[in-house]
């Protein structure tokens, strides 16, 4: 009997709003839950048009193929997509590939069977219990269609800001209520305000008033360095009651020493 392995998919989402930390976060969960799991963790880097910044931060150089090249159907063996982060060889990585978004001919139906058909393949030949999903800006449908309805769990990262509220209204209109009420998916929806300062706290409770679903809402500081230099460091790490756990990684020494190699 073919036993079907149990995995867990968690996307990073930001709707249309760039730079607010998905890729970050989503790279240093990857190292955290690949620890604390003792388990293979798949990040997928859906970065098109991007800085690849997840795979940059894993230490995986993106120059190669990747995902979106698996999903136009230009290559077909999904192992040839896999590269070990450097900083830890149980994170599995597959970059962006150097597909840009007007090569992507397919429809949302082809991209979907191959995004279905990719992730079983990974998850099966690398035994991962986790696969993290970093979505850039913007995606366009056949990345951002498949990468949302496969996953059980949204995180939808948004800055600490007084218009984020705005955004997540758009983003709650536009893709949660339709997936949640009329499509009748069971999703967790976590939201997290990154880079928080000081003197904004009225912005979490009212995000608190129904945006996050079977979730919570998370904040998380504004921190000197977010890019690993090396997993020996002492790191910080931030933990929350029940949900998903973000580590920044953290020079205790001299926050000089951060370098912002994600640029
Ligand atoms: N908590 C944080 N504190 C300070 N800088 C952050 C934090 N989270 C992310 N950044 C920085 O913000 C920039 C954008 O982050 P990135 O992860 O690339 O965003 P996205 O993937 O959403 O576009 C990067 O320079 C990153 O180092
Ligand atoms: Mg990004």
């Known amino acids: ?11 990073f989402f930001s709707g249309s709003k760039g730079g607010t930390g998905k890729s ?33 931060t894993l230490g995986v150089v993106p120059e190669r193929l990747g995902a979106l090249d698996f999903l136009i159907g230009a290559m077909n063996d999904a192992n040839q997509l896999l590269s070990r982060s450097t900083y830890l060889p149980s994170v599995l990585v597959v970059p962006p590939g150097n597909v840009r978004s007007y090569q992507l001919t397919i429809n ?8 279905v058909y990719l992730i079983n393949s990974l998850v ?23 990468a949302l309805v496969t996953s059980q769990i949204i995180n939808v ?9 705005y955004v997540l209204r758009e983003i709650d209109d536009t893709y949660i209520q339709p997936m949640i009420t009329q499509l009748k998916y069971r999703k967790i929806i976590n939201v997290v305000l990154n880079k928080a300062l000081p003197g904004l706290d009225t912005i979490e409770s009212r995000v608190r008033g129904g945006f996050a ?6 904040t998380i500081p504004m921190s000197n360095c977010t890019v690993p230099n090396s997993h020996h460091e002492a790191s910080h790490t931030i933990r929350t009651k029940g949900g998903i756990t973000g580590k920044l990684q953290k020079s205790h020494r001299d926050h000089d020493q951060c370098v912002d190699e994600a640029g």
């Open 1 to 11: 009997m073919m036993l079907r392995p149990r995995f867990v998919i968690a996307t």
């Open 24 to 56: 970050t976060l989503a790279a240093n969960l990857a190292i955290t839950m690949s620890q604390s799991l003792r388990s293979n963790v798949l990040l997928i880097d859906l970065g098109i048009d991007s800085s690849q910044t997840a795979s940059r």
């Open 108 to 115: 949302v139906n082809e991209s979907f069977n191959r995004w």
């Open 124 to 146: 099966m030949s690398t035994g991962s219990q986790l696969v993290l999903v970093d979505l850039p800006a913007n995606a366009p449908m056949p990345i951002l269609i498949p």
């Open 157 to 165: 990262v948004l800055d600490h800001a007084t218009y984020s509220e």
């Open 213 to 218: 679903r079977n979730g919570e809402v998370f």
